[in-house]
């Protein structure tokens, strides 16, 4: 297949997205009510800055959404010998509070490529810094390229009925407007710092170290999931794969029915802890591996059931592991999800 024997290849291949992303106050509100979060400190300048935070504090997964943007060169212009992509893991790390107005740019890069299973899994890492030249997140997306030997031969064609007009138009003015920022070799002399204050901070959590131990539950939490919802996540972060929305595309695909986003359930799950801190800046890094769909069906909503235990503690730092749980209708969406914590 062309695209197994080509892409590794490409492993280390690099370049700086073109322009920054600002974040918004408004998109953030609007992603928190995407992932069903509505932390005060997300919605209201007050309760941030109860928290110390000079404005709204953007959700733990919010950064994917400016990542859809700036790897859309990658996936359409480099790692062209798919036809789409399915995600199985995710790992967040945050360095520094992302907050509204700030100009974040990505630096991309293909991290690595493994063969399992006849697959070709595929791993990209975003760095984000900030326009202060703080690395605020970095984010490390796996995904298994598909191509048509893995589908039905008629997706291509069902997608391009049904997909949101103008994306293609989109990608190419992306595309052009990214001509001559080829493969990026920071000096090493002006890279970028790696922020501290995610992890200097003191953080204002409900929840205090000394009041925890290993082996303690979070309270449970379940979250309902409607085609609506599906629908309304797809737009604001930018994720139009129809197989979220659109019966025959999921059907074409192999999938049961429509399911949801990969990112949306784990945007549930880091709301599920976050909540349960009290401070949305107090999580330093999250990490899920994928192992179930959660289906939604037309004729009823879907639910995700979240639990969490502490798996660990450092007394040292203050900080903790908690070990997230997801299930819907009865199957273990998460194969594993860990939250590294600081509390108070």
Known sequence: MEAAFDVAGLVGHRYRADDFYEVGREKIREYARAVQDFHPAHWSE?????????????PTTFISTAAMLANRRLLETVMTGYDMFVQTDQVFEMYKPILTG???????????????????LLTIT???????????????????????EDVSADISDTIGRVIMS??????????????????????????????QISRTRVPRTATRFDDIAVGDELPARTMRLTRGDLVNYAGVSGDANPIHWHDEVAALAGLPDVIAHGMLTMGLGAGFVTGWLGDPGAMIRYAVR?????????????????TGRIKSVDAASKTAV???????????VFGLATADVRLA
């Open 46 to 58: 007050d309760a941030a800055g109860e928290l110390g935070y000079a404005g709204l504090i953007a």
């Open 102 to 120: 700030d100009q974040l740019v990505s630096d991309v890069e293909l991290a690595s490529v493994r063969r399992i299973a006849g697959k070709d």
């Open 126 to 148: 975003n760095t984000f810094i900030d326009q202060t030249g703080d690395i605020v997140q970095v984010m490390h997306t796996t995904v298994v390229g598909i191509t048509s």
């Open 166 to 195: 103008g994306l293609e138009v989109t990608s190419r003015t992306a595309v052009a407007a990214a001509d001559g920022l080829s493969v990026a070799n920071p000096d090493p002399d002006n890279a970028p710092r790696l922020s």
């Open 290 to 306: 994928l192992s179930n769909y959660t289906v939604i069906e037309t004729t009823s909503a879907g639910s995700v059931e979240f």
């Open 322 to 332: 908690v070990v997230i749980v997801a299930k819907s209708a009865g199957r273990k």
